[in-house]
């Protein structure tokens, strides 16, 4: 049974440009978050996706956008990339909308962003 | 944003000692997570928390939810060197939306 899965392990951009991060959920879970998480701190809560709709968001700029695919898998997509976006992206899942306490997260995307 | 702070930020202990971390925050929830995260990976849930007072255990690890709602506490027992890695609160008024605290790094020498 596979967990949850983020790809690519790494990658590296440059400022201004624009970068999509990928996410399939652990088997049977049908809601997927995204959270940020910056050197030396906690994971921040980004936004979260349930049944292909953005449901709950966190503090962050409309430079931050998602989509959900009818498999539940998602995707992270930053534009206008800064240097501050430089950060381990985490994608965690759970079942059902919910149930973000039981929710399992995947290895993590590293960003970094010259 | 809700303000997490977790304290302390690293320990370095010996094999076999207790270790205690904390977490207080600005407001009150409703349920209190603690994840522990190794190099590489992503957070894995180590004990949650619903209820005020509420004491659990896994194993050598044990968690309580205070009674203010406004904190919580870990302890490890007789540590190993396996304990080794960043541990984070995180708590939530609702269940969709969790804010974690900075993390302790816990260093065990054998």
């Known amino acids: 049974d596979a967990g949850v899965t983020q790809s690519p392990t790494h990658l590296i951009k440059t400022r201004g440009q624009q970068v999509t991060l990928r996410c399939s959920p652990k088997s049977g879970h049908d809601t997927v978050s995204w959270y940020q998480q910056a050197l030396g701190q906690g994971p921040q809560f980004i936004f979260q996706y349930y049944e292909e709709e953005e449901r709950q968001r966190g503090n962050f700029p409309d430079r931050f956008s998602g989509h959900q695919f009818p498999n539940y898998s998602s995707e992270l997509n930053v534009n206008a990339l800064l240097l501050g976006d430089s950060a381990l992206y985490l994608c965690a899942s759970s079942l059902g909308q919910g149930a973000q306490d039981t929710q399992y997260f995947g290895p993590g995307t590293r960003l970094t962003v010259l | 944003g809700q303000q997490l702070n977790q304290s302390p930020q690293s320990m370095f202990i010996q094999e076999g000692e207790d270790v205690s971390m904390n977490c207080t925050s600005s407001?009150?929830?409703?349920?209190w997570l603690w994840y522990k995260q190794e190099p590489g990976e992503g957070p894995v849930l180590l004990i949650a928390l619903y209820k005020a007072g509420e004491l659990t255990s896994n194993g050598r690890l044990t968690a309580q939810f205070g009674i203010t709602r406004k904190d919580s506490f870990l302890n490890i027992s007789a540590s190993i060197p396996s304990d080794v890695g960043i541990y984070f609160c995180a708590g939530a008024y609702n269940f969709n939306k969790f804010y974690f605290g900075s993390g302790t790094k816990l260093n065990v020498k054998p």
């Open positions: 407001s009150i929830f409703n349920t």
